[in-house]
């Protein structure tokens, strides 16, 4: 019996070779790192407060852009401060 691994979608920003041969997209992919920021922006904007630190402090271990890793730092910062003062 011969197992097919699903390739791309048609227009997909992932590499074939990547999904194919099984190889995880690194934790620091742009890509990976733009969704996650979404996300963070998405959970503030619905007030999940604990799944928004969650996404940046993901942002803030696996980023190499110290500019991305230090906004994300302040959104903590702010979001805890918040949830403190409740």
């Known amino acids: ?13 992932l590499p074939g070779p990547a999904l ?6 690194g934790r620091d992919d742009a890509y990976r790192l733009s969704a996650v920021a979404r996300c963070a ?10 799944k928004a ?6 942002i803030m271990k696996n980023a190499r852009d110290q ?3 230090a906004v994300a730092a302040d959104r903590v910062s702010e979001l805890e ?5 409740r």
Do not use: C, H, Q, W
């Open 67 to 69: 500019e991305l890793v």
């Open 53 to 58: 630190v969650t996404a940046y402090r993901d």
């Open 20 to 25: 194919e041969l099984g190889n995880p997209i």
């Open 41 to 50: 922006f998405l959970y503030e904007s619905r007030k999940e407060f604990a």
């Open 1 to 13: 019996m011969v197992v097919a691994r699903p390739g791309p979608a048609a227009g997909s920003a």
């Open 81 to 85: 401060s918040r949830t403190r003062k």
